[in-house]
């Protein structure tokens, strides 16, 4: 330990939490750039087909049970959406949040504490005005229609 730094439980936990997270990452990473059996998911969900089934081994099972409360509660949030003088107000972000985590005010989007992250509010604005911090910006937005999958989902 460097002299003149201080220990606590507190930092050494979100420092783990943070190595644990960027491992994973990488670990993502790799296996996305592995080929899928002989069909990919989109394949999959065209045709009706189930998903390989999921991994059920420790490391899962801990990032599942004791990672992703954490990660979740320490890093996932909402502070970081903003919106820019693009907003018509249209409402949109409004009805396609999952978790009923936007609301209009005086025409803006205003978003509460309870954001799973799933963009569909950044992705689905018609005037590109919702980013999240400086992450989003410049960055395609996604649309599920766009795969052709969206009206057997429905």
Same mark, same amino acid.
């Not at 990919?40 to 099972?61: K, Q």
């Not at 509660?73 to 009805?95: E, H, L, N, R, Y």
């Not at 569909?120 to 795969?147: Q, T």
């Given at each position: 330990?460097?002299?003149?730094?201080?220990?606590?439980?507190?930092?050494?936990?979100?420092?783990?939490?943070?190595?644990?997270?960027?491992?994973?990452?990488?670990?993502?990473?790799?296996?996305?750039?592995?080929?899928?059996?002989?069909?990919?998911?989109?394949?999959?969900?065209?045709?009706?087909?189930?998903?390989?089934?999921?991994?059920?081994?420790?490391?899962?099972?801990?990032?599942?049970?004791?990672?992703?409360?954490?990660?979740?509660? $320490?890093? @996932?949030?909402?502070?970081?959406? =903003?919106?820019?003088? !693009? +907003? #018509?107000?249209?409402?949109?972000?409004?009805?396609?949040?999952?978790?009923?985590?936007?609301?209009?005010?005086?025409? $803006?989007? @205003?978003?509460?504490?309870?954001? =799973?992250?799933?963009? !569909? +509010? #950044?992705?689905?604005?018609?005037?590109?005005?919702?980013?999240?911090?400086?992450?989003?910006?410049?960055?395609?937005?996604?649309?599920?229609?766009?795969?052709?999958?969206?009206?057997?989902?429905?």
């Amino acid at each position: 330990m460097a002299i003149g730094r201080s220990w606590s439980p507190r930092l050494w936990i979100l420092k783990q939490i943070r190595r644990l997270f960027i491992s994973t990452l990488v670990v993502w990473e790799n296996a996305c750039k592995l080929p899928l059996a002989n069909t990919s998911s989109i394949d999959c969900i065209r045709n009706g087909m189930e998903f390989f089934a999921p991994r059920n081994n420790l490391y899962d099972r801990f990032m599942s049970s004791a990672v992703n409360p954490i990660f979740y509660k $320490k890093i @996932v949030k909402a502070d970081a959406f =903003t919106v820019s003088d !693009a +907003c #018509i107000g249209c409402g949109k972000c409004v009805q396609l949040c999952p978790l009923n985590n936007i609301r209009l005010d005086k025409d $803006k989007p @205003v978003w509460g504490s309870n954001c =799973t992250h799933c963009m !569909a +509010c #950044i992705c689905y604005c018609p005037k590109e005005a919702i980013e999240y911090a400086k992450r989003s910006v410049g960055k395609p937005r996604y649309h599920f229609e766009a795969l052709g999958v969206a009206e057997s989902i429905v």
